[in-house]
């Protein structure tokens, strides 16, 4: 019995539910030394700003339990030189194509999604409000309500690719961000960025990341980011990728479960570089033996 | 790839030495050159952890790895048995390239960083004299010294405590030569940082080719996460030293 993958996303057709998460996959080209990325559904770029970004100092990452911190600090080459060195190199490839992009002002990010909007073979937008604003003291976008609101709106004005938001989880009610971002024309949602986190070297007294605080990422996130979809699946109708610690087929199928259309793979992908190809082989035994013959079946299944 | 372990050996100290075969040859390895390790099949640790390789066959059949146990990671590598199997990806990044036309190369080592030096000497071609500078804490963590000399190198230690060879720091030794008259046409360093930039200040000091190996804390290995990175001298650009190094002109990078 053949089991069906695929799906349309908000308008994204996805050949299965199986996506690269933003900074873990590059600009898509460093993973074909691995795999042919066209068997998996699509990916997301690293986030993109209107101008490179240098990034913070190192050390940006390091071990934590069950999981990873990182603090990048969004270092990018910047929308022109995706646009006209990586694009051209995985364009014409069969899978989706998501540009995760973010701006330091509403503005910034108004003049990005626009750019983007107009840029052939980005298939969808994915807005990262987990940066901070520098109009209001560098605290993230993402973590008012009416500051969400008020950038999602912006960049729903100038866009009509499908456009999806990603929810950082350093906030108390995350369903009331969810259903602002609906409210405010996305299409879709991302849950979830990285948890704020910290680690210290107790000899040097000093903190491990250069940048203090990072995001801590994972299978340690996985049980905040499944209860996350969840309360988002029950508060909007706008489909949901499904983020946060997946290292296997059966994590995908909690995700979807939880209420994800589908699901993007983000730390696993340094640990086992084929991860993503090897779970869009795997889903369909999985699904059979459950006795599923369409994944979709499955979204928001839930049985409490 | 999946790989046999055949030799877990130790080596003094907290240092082993595994000896691995590959289920299918691997390769493009080379001295310089590292693997990411799984350290464990579940997610602790999660991420791999990366190692130079140290010996190796031509054919890529088989390499070795010299481990220092430092944290969680490094002591359930040392656990390993021979027939257990261990999953490492690569050999990823740059290696230790001799210059066309060099005739004498240095090597200055600290601890583990003496593996790129084995397997750099067991496939030396041509007619290059190699000299390594090793250091160590005290006498026991001096690995290696005797199997680079059968190997033909000629062998200079140090210690900090005194225990063998000169009493000091690595770098001691290596100045004294340098101030003999005598002078390489490259030094390769590999090991602590400290060591590495004060080797590198020496050798610029002398107008001597210098290649540094660094040591960034690295999540992925093959250029994917933008974690380890360094600043190329002079820029404000960040590199990832996984993929443009780990080996790199020491003039090139901030050390
Ligand atoms: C390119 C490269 C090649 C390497 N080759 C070798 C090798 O041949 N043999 C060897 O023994 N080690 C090598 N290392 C260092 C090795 O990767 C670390 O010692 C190891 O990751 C520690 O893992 P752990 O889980 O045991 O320690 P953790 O529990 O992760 O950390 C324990 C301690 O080790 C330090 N540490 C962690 N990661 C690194 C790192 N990347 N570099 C330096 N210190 C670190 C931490 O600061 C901490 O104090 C190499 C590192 C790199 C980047
Ligand atoms: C090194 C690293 C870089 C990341 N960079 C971005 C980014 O640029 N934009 C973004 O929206 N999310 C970024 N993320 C978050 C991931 O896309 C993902 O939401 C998060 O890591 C949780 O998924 P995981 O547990 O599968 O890694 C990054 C994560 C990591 C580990
Ligand atoms: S370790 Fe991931 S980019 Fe270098």
Redesign the pocket.
């Given at each position: 019995m053949p089991v069906n993958l695929a799906n349309n996303i908000a308008g994204l057709n996805l050949k299965n539910p199986i996506l690269g998460?933003?900074?873990?996959f590059g600009y898509g080209t460093l993973y074909e030394r691995f795999y042919d990325i066209s068997v998996i559904g699509g990916f997301?770029t690293?986030?993109l700003s209107l101008k490179p970004r240098a990034g913070n100092p190192a050390p940006r990452?390091c071990e934590a339990p069950g999981?990873?911190l990182?603090a990048?600090g969004?270092q990018?080459i910047g929308i022109d030189r995706f646009v006209n060195q990586k694009l051209p190199k995985i364009k014409d490839k069969d899978l989706v194509i998501i540009a995760?992009f973010f701006g330091e002002t509403v503005d910034e990010y108004v003049e990005v999604a626009s750019r983007l909007n107009e840029v052939d073979g980005v298939h969808g937008l994915?807005m990262?409000i987990?940066c901070p604003n520098r109009n209001n003291e560098g605290l993230v976008f993402g973590a008012s309500c009416q500051i969400t609101e008020d950038v999602v709106k912006a960049c729903r004005k100038v866009t009509n690719k499908p456009l999806f938001v990603?929810l950082s989880p350093n906030v108390a009610d995350i369903a009331k961000f969810a259903k602002v971002c609906e409210d405010s024309g996305a299409d879709g949602l991302?849950v979830?960025?990285?948890l704020s986190g910290m680690a210290i070297d107790i000899r040097s007294r000093k903190p491990i990341l250069a940048n203090v605080m990072g995001?801590l990422?994972?299978?340690a996130?996985?049980p905040v980011?499944v209860r996350m979809v969840w309360q988002c699946y029950r508060a909007v109708k706008i489909p949901i990728f499904g983020?946060?610690?997946?290292s296997c087929v059966e994590d995908v199928v909690e995700f979807i479960l939880a209420g994800a259309s589908a699901v993007?793979?983000?730390?696993?992908n340094f640990v086992e570089p084929e991860i993503c190809k090897t779970l869009a082989e795997e889903l369909p035994d999985l699904l059979e033996s459950l006795g599923v013959s369409d994944y979709r079946e499955l979204i928001g299944a839930l049985d409490v | 790839m999946d790989c046999i372990v055949r030799v877990n050996e130790e080596l003094g100290g907290d240092f082993f030495y595994l000896g691995l075969e590959p289920l299918e040859p691997i390769a493009d390895i080379r001295p310089g050159r590292f693997f990411m390790v799984r350290c464990s099949q579940s997610a602790d640790p999660f991420l791999r952890r990366p190692m130079s390789v140290a010996d190796y066959k031509k054919d890529g059949s088989g390499f070795g790895l010299v481990v220092q146990t430092v944290g969680w990671g490094t002591s359930l590598l040392s656990t390993l048995v021979p027939w257990d199997r261990i999953d490492v990806i690569g050999p990823f990044g740059t290696n230790f390239e001799v210059p066309d036309g060099a005739r004498s190369l240095w090597a200055v080592a600290g601890g583990s960083g003496v593996a790129p030096f084995l397997g750099l000497i067991d496939h030396a071609e041509g007619d290059v004299d190699h000299t390594v500078f090793l250091g160590a804490r005290t006498s026991e963590l001096l690995i290696y010294a005797d199997r680079l000399k059968e190997r033909g190198a000629c062998v200079i230690t140090a210690t900090e405590d005194g225990s063998s060879g000169e009493h000091g720091l690595v770098t001691e030794p290596l100045v004294k030569k340098l101030d003999s008259g005598e002078k390489p046409d490259v030094i390769f360093t590999c090991g602590p940082t400290p060591m590495m930039r004060a080797v590198a200040r020496i050798a610029e000091a002398h107008g001597i080719k210098c290649s540094v190996s660094l040591e960034n804390r690295m999540?992925c290995g093959f250029g994917a996460?933008?974690?380890c990175v360094t600043k190329k001298r002079g820029e404000e650009n960040y590199i990832t030293v996984c993929s443009r190094g780990p080996v790199f002109d020491s003039f090139e990078v901030e050390i």
């Open positions: 998460a933003s900074g873990t997301v690293k986030a990452i999981g990873m990182n990048i969004l990018n995760n994915e990262n987990s990603k991302s979830i960025n990285t995001g990422s994972g299978p996130i996985k980011a983020i946060g610690g997946i993007q793979i983000g730390s696993m | 999540a996460c933008v974690g």
